[in-house]
């Protein structure tokens, strides 16, 4: 490649070198990567990016799609192909998907970062010594210093990879805490322990009746 690569090639060819690029890379592709690689002004590799994000939208025929996550693009399996697909390249040995205690435990570090095992443990109710040594094995949250009380316990937050995992852009496209349903027969446990740590300050309308 040469440093006047702009003069040589065409949207359409960019767009499809850009497609091969997204097919064998193994993490986002972020524009300003190949446009200070191959000498491109970043607006013409950021348009063929979103073409090819448009035109895998469009197609019924195809199982893959462009998807725009963590500041750039990556090439992925449509969600409803996640099943079969999970299926057929499920092998021995294979990284396992993060089990229930570790999603709800990802969950309360998401949304209340940053935040100390002893209070995700408040709204769990469970120890999750465990559970955080894996989310930090898997890279999926980070140290993120330690708060100033007594003992200064480790502070927790999400990392990059926590957002490629679950196909986000940003933890601004984290669904609202209240269109997260809990079961009926849990609410008032869950709700003071989300109390305890800030996560929710609102009464339960049962509550309310009671009143």
Do not use: W
């Not at 000498?39 to 199982?63: F, I």
């Not at 559970?131 to 993120?144: A, D, Q």
Request: glycine fraction near 6%; avoid cysteine; aromatic fraction near 4%.
């Amino acid at each position: 490649m040469t440093d006047n690569m702009e003069s040589q090639i065409s949207l359409e060819d960019l767009t499809a070198l850009m497609e091969a690029y997204l097919f064998v890379a193994l993490e986002p592709i972020r524009p300003i990567e190949p446009a200070k690689i191959l000498g491109l002004p970043l607006e013409l590799v950021e348009e063929s990016l979103e073409n090819l994000r448009r035109t895998y939208a469009m197609r019924d025929d195809s199982g893959i799609q462009v998807l725009k996550i963590v500041g750039g693009y990556q090439m992925s399996t449509r969600p409803d192909m996640a099943e079969p697909i999970a299926r057929l390249i499920a092998a021995p040995g294979g990284k396992s998907r993060l089990s229930k205690p570790a999603l709800e435990t990802l969950a309360v570090i998401a949304y209340q970062q940053p935040v100390t095992v002893a209070e995700v443990e408040a709204v769990r109710g469970v120890s999750v010594d465990g559970v955080v040594k894996t989310l930090l094995e898997r890279k999926l949250i980070k140290e993120e210093g330690r708060k100033q009380v007594a003992g200064r316990p480790i502070l927790y937050g999400t990392t990059p990879d926590f957002l490629h995992y679950f196909g986000l852009n940003s933890l601004e496209d984290l669904p609202p805490l209240e269109d997260i349903v809990i079961p009926s027969d849990d609410k008032h446990a869950e709700h003071e322990a989300l109390q305890a740590v800030g996560l929710e300050d609102v009464e339960l309308e049962d509550d309310k009746v009671a009143d």
